[in-house]
């Protein structure tokens, strides 16, 4: 099944007051490359996401976006600094003996001082978090991947009507190629005739007419053509990531077009070959955004 590496999904879950929510957003990219925008509560997660996300995207720039709320009781709590404090009373005697000034110290004014009183949030059960995060990340891998599929199926149909209609321009070329040597022939004849009266010499023009024939013949090409052509439809049917793998077999369809273009001296022939250039690039510019 074609995936294409473009796509987005959502997960919440919530359970006992805490929500996870996870957005996954993915465009095309060579290799895959993912990151992660978490809050920093939660950041110890990051390399289990990572794992978590490989195993099941290999291709695209994946952009991670996760928010985290706790609304459940006691994940806080009040920490009282018992040594600071006994600073500030030591000092607070201090002053008041050497500037001869009243200790008037009450209890609602030293915890008004900075780091007397603080809140701190419970230690995390990493295992739960992980736990919720889990559950709302496969959720929003699985739309992801849903969305990645439907347009992956697009751009197949798409590839496949392309693959078409280069098979016809295969099949032009290869149907015109046996009377280009024939033409030739012709015409080759006709010169001698204009420049010379007496007979052609019937040897020397068969081996003038071969060396032409073996300059021009596009027989490989066209075969080597044909069974690309045969490939990509194959690989277009597995399950597995074939991006790169349709990548390489149109680096190859191009390289037997031009080797085609630079054998022909033959309009029609020349016209095919660059009709069929134009749809290979029409095809490269899809299997661009192929996982």
């Known amino acids: 099944m074609v995936k294409s590496m473009t796509g987005f999904g959502r997960g919440e879950y919530v359970s006992n007051d805490r929500k996870m929510t996870v957005e996954i957003k993915s465009v ?3 290799y895959c490359d993912i990151n992660v925008r978490m809050p920093k509560k939660i950041s110890f997660l990051e390399n289990n996401i990572r794992n978590f996300v490989k195993k099941k995207v290999s291709r695209g720039k994946v952009d991670i976006f996760i928010s985290y709320e706790d609304n459940s009781e006691g994940n806080e709590c009040i920490k009282l600094n018992e040594d600071l404090i006994g600073q500030y009373l030591k000092y607070f005697d201090i002053i008041s003996e050497k500037f001869d000034l009243d200790n008037d110290i009450r209890v609602s004014n030293i915890t008004r001082y900075p780091e007397v009183i603080t809140i701190e949030e419970q230690d995390v059960d990493e295992e739960l978090l992980w736990n919720l995060m889990e559950k709302a990340l496969t959720i929003a891998i699985e739309k992801l991947i849903s969305t990645r599929t439907t347009e992956g199926e697009l751009l197949k149909k798409d590839i496949i009507q392309k693959l078409d209609t280069i098979n016809n321009l295969v099949s032009n070329i290869k149907t015109r190629a046996p009377y280009v040597i024939e033409e030739y022939k012709v015409k080759l004849e006709n010169r001698i005739n204009d420049l010379l009266s007496s007979t052609i010499d019937e040897a020397r023009l068969a081996v003038e007419v071969a060396i032409f024939a073996d300059k021009c013949c596009v027989d490989e090409e066209i075969v080597r053509l044909e069974s690309h052509i045969e490939h990509m439809r194959r690989t277009l049917d597995k399950d597995i990531p074939i991006g790169r793998k349709l990548d390489f077999l149109l680096q190859e369809m191009n390289r037997e077009s031009n080797t085609i273009l630079s054998k022909s001296n033959d309009i029609e022939v020349s016209t095919n070959g ?14 661009q955004n192929i996982e």
């Open 28 to 30: 095309n990219h060579r």
């Open 274 to 287: 660059l009709e069929l250039k134009t749809e290979i690039e029409k095809i490269r510019e899809q299997i």
